[in-house]
């Protein structure tokens, strides 16, 4: 049974920090990029940070750059988005997504069910 959950959420002030987790487990970790995306109410979901399967790449939303840093332990089946001076607009629930493309183009992707940031004073 394939499980993503996010830890890690809360309230924080302006200038804050927060770092949230992602517990996977069920399919084969190593072999999945990892993503963290977030979506804030009225909002789209977006892509926040990703990071490739072996965590060798990572890319950022231009409005985290600078602040947010994604890892990855491939040992212990956990990432991490560690996020730096949170700013009111920060707000919004957080998701973690796993996806791996095989060699045929098929895509399989799986997502956790979210954790809840507030960014305010």
């Known amino acids: 049974q394939v499980q993503l959950v996010e830890s890690g959420g809360g309230l924080v002030q302006p200038g804050g920090s927060l770092r949230l987790s992602c517990a996977a487990s069920?399919?084969?970790?190593?072999?999945?990029?990892m993503s963290w995306y977030r979506q804030a109410p009225g909002k789209e979901r977006g892509l926040v940070a990703a990071?490739?399967?072996?965590?060798?790449?990572?890319n950022y939303a231009d409005s985290v750059k600078g602040r947010f840093t994604v890892s990855r332990d491939n040992a212990k089946n956990t990432v991490t988005l560690q996020m730096n001076s949170l700013k009111p607009e920060d707000t919004a629930v957080y998701y973690c997504?796993?996806?791996?493309?095989?060699?045929?183009?098929?895509?399989?992707?799986?997502w956790g069910q979210g954790t809840q940031v507030n960014v305010s004073s």
């Open positions: 997504k796993a996806e791996y493309r095989d060699f045929v183009g098929r895509v399989y992707a799986y």
């Open positions: 990071i490739t399967s072996a965590g060798s790449s990572t």
């Open positions: 069920g399919f084969a970790f190593s072999r999945y990029a």
